[in-house]
């Protein structure tokens, strides 16, 4: 189907195109649904942030356009299902730890957290916390 363009009338154009826009909006909203519907909530996912490493998570919830995944680390990210795959559940990913230097970075925290236990200042940390 054509249109012939030339003929119309300021006002037509400017209807034309609020229709188009409107048009594209609903055929992308139904391409991200069908997408969606995909995945169940639940499902291990995995995904590739651009200058990141594999982030495999578990989908919590389906938003608007995109699904919200919680990574293995806790991180929450809202995701486009199109850059989703789905994981296995034998197929895990080599992950190395985030390093600060020579140390992964959890040594660094836990390092942090126990050089508060001997903060004698006003945040209450003097003591120990006792091992359960």
């Known amino acids: 189907m054509r249109i ?14 609020n229709r188009v ?3 594209l909006k609903f055929l992308r909203h139904v391409r991200a649904h069908s997408q969606m519907l995909e995945f169940s909530i639940g499902d291990r996912v995995s995904f590739q942030p651009e200058g990141r490493l594999l982030q495999v998570g578990m ?15 806790g991180e929450h990210w809202n995701v486009a299902p199109g850059l989703l795959r789905r994981v296995n559940s034998s197929q895990r990913p080599t992950r190395r730890p985030l390093c600060h230097g020579s140390k992964p ?20 940390f003097g003591k120990p916390l006792s091992r359960v």
């Open 21 to 23: 826009v409107e048009r």
């Open 4 to 17: 012939d363009i030339d003929g119309l009338n300021e006002a037509d154009l400017i209807d034309l195109n």
């Open 105 to 124: 970075v959890h040594h660094i925290r836990l390092a942090f957290f126990k050089s508060l236990t001997n903060y004698p200042g006003r945040l209450g």
């Open 59 to 73: 989908l919590t919830r389906y938003n608007k356009r995109t699904v919200t995944v919680i990574t293995e680390s």
